[in-house]
Nanobody
Framework: QVQLVESGGGSVQAGGSLTLSCAASGVSAKRNCMGWFRQAPGEEREEVAAIDSNGNSAYGDSVKGRFTISQGNAANVLYLEMHSLKPEDSAMYYC??????????????WGLGTQVTVSS
């Protein structure tokens, strides 16, 4: 059974930093593609970053150069380091994983999310 549990969200002022964590069971960052998505009220879900089982990562245009996705030393932990945060980064952030090693075919598993709020 797959379970993804996000943590690390919170409130921060613009320009600040947060690091999100995703504790995974039933999937592994070493075997599956895993990623972070976000959704703000009234907005469509947006892919923030993803990393495949080989460590290849990709980022959404709005976060390139500010966010970093990484696999923890423990294979079942995924991180998202967020710097230079902007009010438009405010959203519910979700951890997700595919059923296979590559980032194709869409995410099969989702966490419940952690809220990030950035004030100006």
């Amino acid at each position: 059974q797959v379970q993804l549990v996000e943590s690390g969200g919170g409130s921060v002022q613009a320009g600040g930093s947060l690091t999100l964590s995703c504790a995974a069971s039933g999937v592994s960052a070493k075997r599956n593609c895993m990623g972070w998505f976000r959704q703000a009220p009234g907005e469509e879900r947006e892919e923030v970053a993803a990393i495949d089982s080989n460590g290849n990562s990709a980022y959404g245009d709005s976060v390139k150069g500010r966010f970093t996705i990484s696999q923890g030393n423990a294979a079942n932990v995924l991180y998202l380091e967020m710097h230079s945060l902007k009010p438009e980064d405010s959203a519910m952030y979700y951890c997700a994983a595919t059923s296979g090693p590559l980032c194709v075919g869409g995410m099969a598993y989702w966490g419940l999310g952690t809220q990030v709020t950035v004030s100006s």
